[in-house]
């Protein structure tokens, strides 16, 4: 089905493999579209929990856009890009009701950090290097990176990174809040479904409410007190509720059905 892309499942875990390893992964005009579709796939697949995004083979994660592909654009072509992309892939990701890991598994930069960034949890493998190298170009990072980088770690960090178009460590990556975890790149997998294993034992339903309050709190205009409140009360109408309070009590493993 997929040119640039290889899905995978292991239960309820579908894995979408950026599969252009010749090209380091880099994300061109048809990975983007295939992207959308698979994770929109996934979405509206009862049989899938949670997302793992990574890349072929253990140099690359994606190291970036495919500059050849953009070279001769203008501002009106430059500007479609970045609006189609950050709605239709990235912004997809952030506000999917189902969590995605991304497995960074080597170079992670320009669109491909802002790939991982976009991801709700991001695992690195020891030997990833990240970095936003766009001002190099004589651009600015797009599909969100000013901003998702800036609320990961912090506005002076995240202009450091920016600004001097340096790469840093998966250990720097991971004392600065960047990535949750450094694993060997035997482990990375193992690890990011182990995370997602324990999260799908959790209510579908919550989880998909708790992203949305946390998505919240870095959204302009929006309440994200309110939102959280309004999660919180609807959540008591729900299945699940009964479930885990039942389960609680009764000192058992909860059964969540997502109702």
Do not use: W
Not at 57 to 85: C, H, M, N
Not at 86 to 100: A, D, G, M
């Amino acid at each position: 089905m997929f040119q640039n892309l290889l899905i995978d499942y292991n239960g309820a875990i579908q894995h979408i493999i950026i599969n252009r390893e010749s090209k380091l992964n880099a994300l061109n005009k048809e990975t983007l579209a295939e992207l959308h579709t698979a994770i929109y796939d996934a979405l509206n697949n009862e049989r899938v929990g949670g997302i793992i995004i990574t890349g072929a083979g253990q140099k690359a994660f994606v190291a970036g856009a495919d500059i050849a592909e953009f070279s001769s654009f203008d501002s009106v072509k430059g500007e479609k890009l970045a609006r189609d992309g950050h709605r239709l892939v990235f912004n997809q990701i952030e506000n999917s009701k189902k969590p995605v890991i991304a497995a960074i598994n080597g170079f992670a930069l320009g669109g491909g950090l802002e790939l991982a960034l976009a991801c709700h949890i991001r695992i690195a493998s020891d030997n990833a290097k990240m970095g936003l190298p766009e001002v190099s170009l004589g651009l600015i990072p797009g599909y969100g990176g000013t901003q998702r980088l800036s609320h990961l770690v912090g506005k002076g960090k995240a202009l450091e990174i920016i600004l001097t178009a340096d790469m840093i460590t998966a250990d720097e990556a991971l004392k600065i809040g960047l990535v949750n975890h450094v694993v060997s790149q035997d482990e990375l997998l193992t690890k990011a479904e182990e995370i997602m294993n324990k999260i799908l034992t959790r209510s579908p339903l919550a989880i998909e409410t708790a992203i949305t309050a946390v998505n919240a709190s870095t959204q302009t205009g929006v309440d994200g007190y309110e939102i959280e409140i309004a999660g919180f009360a609807k959540s008591f109408g729900t299945d699940d509720f009964k479930e885990g309070v039942s389960a609680f009590l009764e000192k058992r493993k909860p059964h969540f059905k997502g109702l």
